[in-house]
C-alpha cells in the first residue's frame, strides 16, 4: 500500500540554524504534498505544499523540493526561529479525482529550537 | 478563508453511548476527510468523501459511522465505543488551494 518515509524523527538545532526534513513516498502516482506544523494540542496547519508539475517552491524562511524521479520531497526551514518548535509532518497525495486523494503522512518530526 | 469548522471540541462519553462528532467547511471543496490521531503519531486516514459519496474507508470498525449530508458537512457517528478508540478526531477538507484540518474533536471513551 501507499507508504511516507520521514526523516530525522527529531531534529535539535540552534535558532538561526537550518532545518532539513526529507520524506519519501511509495504511490507513483501521488501528485500532492503538503507540509503540516503541529503544536502541542492544536490542529494541523498547513504551512506549504508543491504540486508534481512544480520542483521547488518557497514562501519566505521555508522553502519545499521534489524530486519525482526519486519520489522525494524535503522541507527546509532558515533561519530558525524558538517559534518554530513544533511537530512536522509531510504527507503525500493521490489525485482529487482518484476518489478524493488519499492523504497519507508521514511519522513527523519533532523540532527543537534553541535560543 | 481556509476555515474547516468541528463540533465539539472535547466529548467524553460511555461505551454505551451515541454521539456524533460533526464538520463543516465552505470553501467549496469537493472532498473531505476524517483522521484519527494519537499522541505523537500521524494523523490516520480513516475515511474519504467525493462528491458527497463515501469513496474510502480504511477498514474503520462498524462502531464509526460516516455521513456527508451535503458538500459542506461531514458527520462522525459513534456507538458503543471502546476506551483504545480515544484519540483527536480531526476533519480536513480539500481543494484546490490546498488540504485543510478543522481544530479536531478530543473524544476521551470511559
Known amino acids: 500500500g501507499e507508504n511516507v518515509e520521514q526523516h530525522p524523527s527529531t531534529l535539535s538545532v540552534q535558532e538561526g540554524d537550518s532545518a532539513v526534513i526529507k520524506c519519501t513516498y511509495s504511490d507513483s502516482a501521488s501528485n500532492y504534498f503538503p507540509w503540516y506544523k503541529q503544536e502541542l494540542g492544536k490542529r494541523p496547519q498547513l504551512i506549504i505544499d508543491i504540486r508534481s508539475n512544480v520542483g521547488e517552491k518557497k514562501d519566505q524562511r521555508i522553502a519545499v523540493t521534489l524530486n519525482k524521479t526519486a519520489k522525494h520531497f524535503s522541507l527546509h526551514i532558515t533561519e530558525t526561529q524558538p517559534e518554530d518548535s513544533a511537530v512536522y509532518f509531510c504527507a503525500a497525495s493521490s489525485p482529487l479525482y482518484n476518489q478524493g486523494g488519499k492523504l497519507i503522512f508521514g511519522q513527523g518530526t519533532e523540532l527543537s529550537v534553541k535560543p | ?110
Open chain 2, 1 to 110: 478563508d481556509t476555515e474547516v469548522t468541528q463540533t465539539p471540541k472535547h466529548l467524553v462519553m460511555g461505551m454505551t453511548n451515541k454521539k456524533s462528532l460533526k464538520c463543516e467547511q465552505h470553501m467549496g471543496h469537493r472532498a473531505m476527510y476524517w483522521y484519527k490521531q494519537k499522541a505523537k503519531k500521524p494523523p490516520e486516514l480513516m475515511f474519504v468523501y467525493s462528491y458527497e459519496k463515501l469513496s474510502i474507508n480504511e477498514s474503520v470498525p462498524s462502531r464509526f459511522s460516516p455521513e456527508c449530508p451535503n458538500s459542506s458537512l461531514l458527520n462522525l457517528h459513534l456507538h458503543a465505543l471502546q476506551p483504545e478508540d480515544s484519540a483527536l478526531y480531526l476533519c480536513a477538507s480539500r481543494g484546490g488551494r490546498g488540504a485543510f484540518f478543522g481544530q479536531g474533536t478530543r473524544l476521551t471513551v470511559v
